[in-house]
């Protein structure tokens, strides 16, 4: 499996997100009614807007992103390394200007690699990106591209082998190969608690480069290749 695919021309990617604004009092009104419109679908009965807010940080048109973190594969002494690169802040456009001006340096054909990346990861990149009036790069530009064409890999993606009804989250594929990952002291849905409340920005940041090197290692057993020991996986600045 993916036995052709070259490492060094991979990107490993997780993003961080969170609501735009710190509590559902704090959203502008005409705001809080497309909100309540956008979610009255996925809400329970006795749900009100309000109580369902904490997850805005999800949907791309009220949340914003916080933390891209970013790996590249490098090969030297016959063995893989990973070199992790975050760009992370409470400035979405900043962060997204970085990210752009990073890809800008890198080739066209450069694929990037995210678990379930084509349905979020990819696409809320893409609608911040627009939001904040920067040019999508070329790298995730898929309009008028076959689909061999477009340069995305997904893990949980590739895991489904075209089982559309199946969700498999990175902690559980990484359980079932083997991946040793360090415990994790939050989750995906306390990144809001986490930033808001605890105003811990480097936490997040920690466990969204975490996501990345799990992820690459996952990629990696998909190839049928030994995972990168922990020695030979550092951060960049």
Known sequence: MLKTLDLSQVIVLDIETVPQYSCYDDVPPYLQELWEHKTYFQRKPDQGADEFYERAGIFAEFGKIICISLG?????????????????????????????????????????????????????????????????????????????????????????????????SLNLLAAILNIPTPKDDIDGGQVRQVYYEEQNLDRIVTYCQKDVVTTAQVLLKFKGMEIIPVENITIVS
């Open 72 to 168: 590249i594969f490098s090969y030297q002494n016959k063995s893989y390394s990973l070199r992790i690169k975050s760009i992370a802040g409470h400035d979405e456009r900043e962060i997204l200007q970085q990210f752009s001006n990073l890809m800008d340096k890198q080739i066209p054909t450069l694929k990037f690699c995210a678990h379930n990346g084509k349905e979020f990861d990819y696409p809320y990149l893409c609608r911040r990106l627009i939001v904040n009036g920067i040019e999508i790069p070329i790298q995730l530009q898929i309009s008028g591209k076959k689909p061999w064409e477009i340069n995305h890999l997904d893990t949980m993606e590739l895991w489904k082998f075209g089982d559309y009804k199946n969700f498999t």
